[in-house]
Each structure stands twice: as structure tokens, then as C-alpha cells.
């Protein structure tokens, strides 16, 4: 199914090229195993309290965005979210986002293209709470300031507080992006793409016109500049709580007494959230591995971190990261009567063109 599919290979090649770079940069197979041994594991256990909390948050925050399309759920909407998360972490080309959209059409009475929309949403405001934290670092004093461009700051005018107001830019310009195309209305975005689409053919343009336009209609569950404040507020503590459980685990790395005070090391835990997260969205296979691993490592190391310390963390966050929602989420379906399998060809039928935009050459 996904072996003649171009966004397949491209992202095993992006899969495969970031974690290379990662064994080279970061990974000495004669410490490295050494750093895994002396790991306090202790703190996954309680580590993972606070991933299922971010997944709850993640569920209030869907549960809120379909309000519009389903009113209130008629079942759980969180069991829901766990099988798309278990789908994205064991399917490439990020098909776990349409089986969820499918999965949820199966329980609720409500559209797939359109809760497939409020999805992007979803992944929008992710981004923007992700960047705002990497602000937050920045204004905390940690990114870059000292650690990973020494003396930089003391030749700006402005030093310290410049370079950390600079870190808000990204997230101003993404939040402003947003903002336009979820207040602007479905035939003024659609305008846009088609300008934007010239050099596309007409056959073509035409097919990405209609899946931008069945996406749209998720879109419109946020209409207004408050419903996006509101969907943004629901994404911090989705990722605050995502953020405690890589805390609890950098402590069983013993990572606190390489930072000069506990402030900088909760900025540094920030800065790896950011990170490893945005970086998803470089092409890789289901679950992010590679780039995660790779941009989380990386951060780290700039920050002061040893590289087998940061890449044995970065692993093992990743791991505590993918076990969970793949044997939960294969618990849900198997006491529901569904298999993955089976949504994934539900899904492809039900309705192409969502299955176009994660798969759409997929044979």
C-alpha cells in the first residue's frame, strides 16, 4: 500500500538521513551504553501520568473544536485520539491523521473531510504553543544567550532582551498566518491557493482546490480571533503537561546539575519540547523517528548537554513517547471490534479525498 507512494520513500530517506546524522554527531557506541545503564528509570513511570494528562488535554481540546459538527459526543472522544495517535506512530506519511478523522465519523454522527479539518487545527496551534514556549525560553534567558552564542548578545544593542525577544517573532509571524486564514472566509483562502497553484496543472489544481475546500469546513469552527486565542489556550497545557514528563525524565538523567539554576534547566526542558517537536515536520517515517531525535539532541548539545547524555535522553523520551499510545490504542480497537487495518481501508473508501492529502499516489 505505502511501497509506491513518493511521500513514503521521502520520508524513510528523511527518516533515515536524520537518524545517521544523529548516530554520527551525538551517538559514542562506547558510552552511550553506559549513560542508558546509569539512567534512574524510576521517573518514567510517573513521567507517563503526565503524557496521558497532555492526552487528555489534547481530547478537551478536539472535543471543543467539534462542538460545531457533533455537538456533544456521544462517546469518548479521548479513546479516539489515542488510536490516532497509535495510527500516526505505526503508519507513514501521517495516515494516522485520516484513520482518526475516519475512526471519529464511525462513533459520532460527523463528517471525516470535515473533522479531518479540525485536525489542522489542531496541528496549527500545536505549532504556535511550541513556539511560544521557545519564546519563553528565550525571555528566560537560556536560548542561545549564553550557552550557545556566548558573547553574541553583548555586540547587539539591546543584547540579552533583543535576542530573546527575537525568539517571539516566529511565533507572532505563525500566529498572524492563522489568524488571516481562519477568520478570512472559505472563497477568499481558496482565491489565494488558486493564485498561489499557477504553475500547477489545471487537473491537479483542481483536485487540491476541493480536498483545501472540504478541509475549510473544519476551519470554520474557528471563525474570529477569540475562538483562536481559546483553541491556543487549550494547546498550552498540552504541551506543559508533555513538557513535565520530559522534565521528570531528564532528572533520571541526572541532566539538573549541568544548569547553572533550576530556572535555566525548566528553559532548556522548554527548549527541547520546541525542538523536537517542530521537527516533525520534516518528512520522516510514522512516529517522527529521526528528526525528534536528531532537533532534540541537537538542542541539548547547544544548551551545554554532553552528546551521548543528550542522545541517550532524546531516545528514551522518544520510546516512553511511542509505547504507550501504540499498545493502548491497539487495546482500544480490539475491545471496540476494529482493527487498524480495517480503518485504514474504511477510511481510503470512505472518502478519497481526504486519503489524498496524507496518500495521495498511495496503489
Not at 554527531?25 to 513521567?47: C, H, K, W
Not at 540579552?160 to 507572532?172: D, I, M, Q
Not at 489545471?202 to 475562538?227: H, Q, W, Y
Request: some cysteine; glycine content about 10%; charged content about 10%.
Amino acid at each position: 500500500m505505502f511501497f509506491g507512494n513518493k511521500a513514503f520513500w521521502l520520508g524513510a530517506i528523511g527518516s533515515a538521513a536524520f537518524l545517521a546524522v544523529f548516530v554520527v554527531l551525538f551517538v559514542d557506541f562506547d558510552t552511550i551504553g553506559d549513560v542508558l545503564a546509569n539512567a534512574n528509570y524510576a521517573y518514567v513511570a510517573p513521567s507517563l501520568v503526565f503524557y496521558f494528562i497532555a492526552v487528555w488535554f489534547r481530547s478537551a481540546r478536539w472535543k471543543f473544536l467539534l462542538r460545531p459538527l457533533i455537538g456533544k459526543p456521544q462517546k469518548s472522544i479521548y479513546s479516539v485520539v489515542v488510536v490516532g495517535y497509535m495510527a500516526n506512530n505505526l503508519i507513514p506519511v501521517r495516515i494516522g491523521e485520516v484513520v482518526r478523522s475516519y475512526y471519529l465519523s464511525l462513533r459520532e454522527s460527523c463528517s471525516a473531510p470535515a473533522a479531518f479539518g479540525t485536525v489542522a487545527v489542531e496541528r496549527a496551534t500545536d505549532v504556535l504553543a511550541l513556539l511560544f514556549f521557545f519564546a519563553a525560553a528565550g525571555l528566560m534567558g537560556t536560548v542561545g544567550v549564553e550557552r550557545a552564542v556566548g558573547d553574541i548578545s553583548s555586540d547587539i544593542p539591546g543584547g540579552a532582551t533583543v535576542l530573546a525577544l527575537v525568539a517571539l517573532l516566529p511565533f507572532v509571524g505563525v500566529f498572524s498566518v492563522v489568524l488571516v486564514i481562519s477568520t478570512a472566509s472559505t472563497n477568499t483562502v481558496l482565491g489565494w491557493l488558486d493564485r498561489m497553484m499557477f504553475m500547477v496543472g489545471k487537473n491537479l489544481r483542481t483536485r487540491l482546490l476541493g480536498i483545501a475546500e472540504r478541509l475549510l469546513e473544519g476551519l470554520t469552527v474557528v471563525s474570529s480571533p477569540v475562538d483562536l486565542a481559546k483553541v491556543f489556550a487549550w494547546s498550552l497545557p498540552v504541551w506543559a503537561a508533555e513538557a513535565v514528563m520530559y522534565y521528570l525524565i531528564a532528572i533520571g538523567f541526572d541532566l539538573r546539575p549541568i544548569f547553572d539554576s533550576q530556572m535555566e534547566f525548566i528553559a532548556a526542558i522548554l527548549v527541547f519540547t520546541s525542538a523536537a517537536n517542530l521537527a516533525g515536520v520534516l518528512p520522516s517515517t510514522a512516529g517522527s523517528w529521526g528528526p525528534f531525535d536528531f532537533f532534540g539532541a541537537a538542542a541539548l548539545v547547544a544548551l551545554g548537554v554532553g552528546q551521548e547524555v543528550a542522545a541517550a535522553y532524546a531516545l528514551t523520551v522518544h520510546v516512553a513517547l511511542w509505547v504507550p499510545p501504540t499498545v493502548v490504542g491497539g487495546i482500544i480497537l480490539i475491545l471496540d471490534g476494529n482493527s487498524l487495518s480495517g480503518l485504514m481501508k474504511g477510511a481510503k473508501a470512505n472518502d478519497q479525498s481526504i486519503a489524498g492529502a496524507g496518500d495521495s499516489s498511495s496503489a
